[in-house]
């Protein structure tokens, strides 16, 4: 069998048969793949250690009939504070999961993948996490939409092209609607003018500026929210992490008033 290199991060995993496991590796050079890693659930394999989650790793790949099958590994970035914090492991799979559910096998993105490796590893940093988590979550999200093709307009209204304080959010249109374009529907929101201002914001600053970005709580959870809407509209569908991400912070939040 034919052989190759790569290198990737790993964003899925996937039990299969009795000790095998199916990989979903977000690659530097090919895109989205999936491999097929044998024998990686037995306690005396020698690759399991190295095919974690969030793991950034050199592969080398036989090429097989149904999936091409991992013959090598070695990690070259090990996101360790991702698999001992219930908060980072969470918000982890959320990234992972938003990377699988917006691109098909073989898309390919060097953008992308940087994307990916910077924001594993501003969740993985301890001093950042609390303070500032959300804003990467968010600057994440609107990056990703970005590079895909989905960002909607929040520079000017979508129908007539002016740009006002008072705005609403229409997931319908993709983008902005000003006060006197807007026509009620379900899938619209008043956007606050500083809700704007950030999300533009995040959408031209690297994860260096956004981490000095001091914003109050409120209004960090309204970009949360046209964000998730977008999102949620775009995909048709919620994210299983989004769930996962609710409940951790349900649970803090049970602990923190135990």
Known sequence: ??????????????????????????????GKIAALAKGVRKTTSKLGGHLELF?????????????DIVTSVEKNWHFKNLCFDLDRT?????????VDRF???????TRLYNLLLLTLDAINRDVLFEKKMNLILSSFKIKLLKILGFLPDLKKCVKCGKRY??????????????????????????????CLK??????????ENIERLKIEKKLSLE????LDLFIRFTLDRECKAKKLLCDVETLNVKLLNY
């Open 1 to 30: 069998m034919a052989t190759y290199k790569t290198k990737g991060v790993i964003i899925k995993r996937v039990n299969y048969k009795e000790a095998d496991k199916i990989l979903t590796i977000f690659t530097a050079n090919m």
């Open 55 to 67: 793991c950034s790793v050199d592969l080398i790949l036989a090429e097989g009939k149904s999936f």
């Open 90 to 98: 969470s918000h982890a799979y959320y990234v992972c999961e938003l």
């Open 103 to 109: 691109t098909n096998e073989g898309f390919k993105d």
């Open 165 to 194: 304080r008072e705005n609403y959010f229409s997931t319908f249109v993709g983008g902005l609607i000003c006060k006197d374009c807007f026509d009620i529907d379900r899938e619209s929101l008043k956007i606050s003018f500083e």
């Open 198 to 207: 950030v999300l533009n914001f995040l959408e031209d600053n690297s994860f």
């Open 223 to 226: 970009v949360e929210k046209v």
